[in-house]
């Protein structure tokens, strides 16, 4: 039987973090939809004020496209600094409307462009305020809703305060058993199933893969107990207990990868520790006894060390205080500023100004859809960049197609014209979290739902309009994306190897100088692990990406294979210099050290590293963990030129 081929990545590829297919519906998350945005709609057409209820089922139509699965306390966050940002747009952009400024409009909203982009690059919060920044402001610009600019603003996040509110009180409601607990106890317990399953692949093929979710889990128990904090949080005393735990986690990682790097397999006896310490985090009980290998090796020293400390932190005393990998607003504020936040900025800058001007010579007074498309699809953290357009543009048929049969249908010939939109609203919003599983999906349920907001909002055009907007809108954006120097795939990879190369670099220098404090240690290790995570997704979107637009930076995945062994030689290194190996020579450091420097440099400038001096084989001497990292810069080396 003859087969059909298999599509090609930049026509299927989903949206970052989505769920799949076969993954169980979240009921929870369809209730808090349903819940969202068709009441705060229905009072404002109940009440007779049809923008006002418009306005707040926008800002609970973003809140809850932002309520992913999240801990209580950052779920707040989450939703709330995307809220904030989208109410500051839309006070922004409604002021300009009401300037006059003509064809100015579009150089306006560029400059909100620029400040949206360079927020972007912060991180993944970040990026969903700058977006709600951009769109919004472009909505208030060219949405004619007779209502003072900032009563546009509160109404808009009054609809977000709302999705809040239902974010919390539901799970207070809704029995446990029916919701799949999210918090803080469940990502630590997480990181031990990690440590678990990468405890059982050592000595396999499937380490490296191990290692990776074991990055994964880390950087989602880490964003739960030290990250998206509100002001003034104080800890209770069991938030310490699971950041005493996640400190155990680190040390027994530290040894996990130490024998991973020594490739012996673990006993299964021994592979269960972590599982019985999950356990012990879920449930609350003690863990019992635990057991650790013979220390007859560097690695397994470590992990005798760090079970042993697991025993003791298990039973109530407090773990030695570690550094939490979290950005501080130094760092924060060089992402925004830096190459990528630069060269997003302007991108993103470049699609709406263009879009505006594009739209304002069409026929139509409502010009904001084609500049919001552009501003929403140009997100680089959704997809490839043909795949978000060719989704974009099939979903808004769809779209457009579902909406304009019901206008005709139920439209107000009927006699009932403020009634079936706030159904369809309802309906839309509840299917929020079932159409995360692909972009083009998530556009087909955002589209009507957002039409139909419109509607109530005076703007009773069936939306057949809307899709010739978003095909110009996928046009600008294809367009922007194939010219060089604004952030596209290949910008993307290289600030992303640079700085991850940079955080190895750290790394190394840290582990290689004299009677550095662990906590240093512990931390810097976990940032290069995530730089390295965040380089890997990049060249990951990057080789989706169809030929014209960098298909052909998937060859980078190997130069990023080759710097996570270096970072776990790294660690090992570390583990054995603990416990007594010899310092390496002064001179040999400062070689690993410039070559690394070096090679961020090349990749930061997007030129092959062919000048990296590295120190020869019989000079790294006895020890073995830094032979390793001079033979993974020379092969980093050999696979960049090549």
Known sequence: ?????????????????????????????????????????????????????????????????????????????????????GAIGLLTGAWLGTLGLGMGIALALAAVGLVSGAISAIGPVSSAAGMQLMVLAVVGAGMPVPVPPPVKAGLLFIGAIWVIAMATLLPRVIPARQTAPFDERETVAAVYDALAELMTAVGTDGGQAARRR???????????????????????????????????AGALSEGVLTLLWESEPVPGRIARTPAQLA????????????????????????????????????????????????????????????????EYAARVALCVGVSTVLAQQLPGEHWYWLPATAAFLVKPDMGPLVSRALSRALGTAVGVAAF????????PGAGAPAIWPVVVAAVCSALIPVSVRHFALQTAVLTPLLLSLVYLGGDTDPGFTRLTDTLLACGVVLAAGALPGLGGPRAQVSVRLSLAVRATRDHLDRVLTAEAPYATRLRLRREAYRALADARRAVEVAGAEHPPFGRDLAAWAPVVFALEEIVDAVTACGVRLDQGAPQPEPALAARLRAALSDL?????????????????GAAVGDCATLADVTAGLRRVRDLAVG
């Open 279 to 342: 356990r012990s985090v879920r449930t609350g009980l003690p863990p019992g006894r635990l057991p650790a290998p013979v220390p007859d090796t560097a690695g397994n020293v470590a992990m005798h060390r760090a079970v042993l400390l697991a025993a003791r932190v298990f039973d109530g005393e407090p773990a030695p205080p570690v550094g939490a990998v979290v950005p501080g607003h130094r760092q924060r504020l060089r992402r925004a500023l830096g190459p990528a936040g630069r």
């Open 1 to 85: 039987m003859r087969t059909l081929p298999t599509p090609p990545d930049w026509l299927t590829h989903p949206l970052r973090g989505a769920r799949t297919l076969r993954d169980p519906i979240p009921w929870a998350a369809v209730a808090r939809g349903a819940l969202g945005v068709g009441p705060v709609v229905a009072v404002g057409v109940a009440s007779g004020h049809l923008p006002f209820g418009m306005l707040a089922g926008l800002g609970a139509m973003f809140a809850h496209v932002n309520d992913r699965p999240a801990t209580r306390a950052t779920r707040i966050v989450r939703i709330g600094l995307p809220a904030l940002a």
């Open 214 to 248: 074991l990055t994964a889990a880390y950087d989602a128990a880490y964003e739960a107990l030290y990250a998206h904090r509100l002001p003034f949080h104080r800890l209770d005393e069991e938030e310490r207990r699971l950041r005493d735990r996640l400190a155990v």
């Open 404 to 411: 304009g049969g019901l206008a005709t249908l139920f439209g």
């Open 600 to 616: 961020a440099d090349a990749v930061a400038a997007r030129r092959p590293p062919t000048d990296l001096v590295l120190p020869a």
